[in-house]
């Protein structure tokens, strides 16, 4: 698909990976094929063969983070549980140390009250969060920050001011931004709007190169992927990145995809 880049080129993946159930809820509705510890498995194969720099992942249990880690032993990780609940969702963001500094690190709640761990302002039920690093190239490539979040999936409302906050981020930053997630929004949405309203653009949109067509990026567990949706999972940029290619991952093995949502992968370089 994108493979692996050397620099100064570095690859991003945003994925929305699914949370792992108790295992009483397969017995309920989710069938065993889905079951975290053989999906694991697709997962870290689909990881190892793109050599993403810097994996952003949604739905993430930390335990989840944990097996991702054991396979990929040269990345670290900045992610914290969306709630109070040890195990509860994340939106971790994993980066390669061998080539990447932290600089620093930051969770931030999707409310009214951003510092407060588990916040709700804003008609979400559950918890919103973004995870945001900043990263030194250690070849002496520059800085940049990294934004990853995961918009709720019912309340409008909530969705339209966690864009904002995304949006002044961005506005905010002495250097190059990246903004990946699942925004529970298409890109032909007054949240798509709001996002690249200002110095944010969409990375389909102004790559060099599109390796894929515009897939539906939930994919309902269906293995063929399909046209018929919108791309809820984006990568967002500043004008000082350059996005040479992005795709959507829709690579299959075995009866089911790895997760019910695919990748979205993008080959960048920090200016233009």
């Not at 889905?34 to 952003?56: F, G, H, N, Y």
């Not at 994340?90 to 600089?103: E, H, I």
């Not at 520059?142 to 969705?159: M, P, Q, V, Y």
């Not at 894929?212 to 940029?237: C, H, L, Q, Y």
Request: aromatic share 8%.
């Amino acid at each position: 698909m994108i493979g692996p880049c050397r620099p100064p080129q570095f690859q991003v993946m945003t994925y929305n990976v699914r949370r792992s159930v108790p295992p009483h809820f397969y017995q309920e509705w989710f069938s065993l094929k889905k079951q975290w510890w053989r999906r694991r498995r697709m997962i870290s194969a689909l990881v190892a063969r793109e050599l993403p720099d810097i994996l952003c992942l949604q739905e993430a249990r930390s335990r989840q983070v944990s097996s991702l880690l054991k396979a990929f032993p040269d990345f670290d990780v900045a992610a914290h549980p969306r709630s109070s609940q040890r195990n509860d969702e994340t939106v971790a963001v994993l980066w390669d140390r061998r080539r990447y500094r932290l600089v620093w690190y930051r969770h931030r709640w999707l409310s009214d009250r951003p510092e407060s761990v588990g916040s709700r302002s804003w008609g979400n039920r559950l918890p919103r969060m973004v995870t945001v690093v900043r990263l030194c190239e250690r070849s002496g490539g520059g800085e940049f920050l990294l934004a990853n979040t995961h918009l709720d999936n019912r309340s409008i409302k909530s969705r339209h001011e966690s864009a904002r906050v995304l949006a002044d981020i961005a506005a905010d930053a002495d250097c190059p931004v990246v903004v990946t997630g699942d925004f529970n929004h298409g890109q032909v949405s007054k949240t798509h709007g709001i996002v690249t309203s200002g110095v944010l653009e969409d990375a389909w949109d102004v790559a060099e190169e599109r390796l894929t067509p515009e897939w539906k990026t939930f994919n309902s567990w269906e293995r063929e992927p399909t046209m018929e949706g919108s791309r809820i999972d984006w990568i967002a940029v500043t004008s000082d990145v350059r996005v040479e290619a992005i795709a959507i991952n829709t690579d299959v093995e075995g009866q089911c995809p790895p997760s019910d949502h695919w990748p979205v992968q993008a080959r960048l370089v920090l200016g233009r």
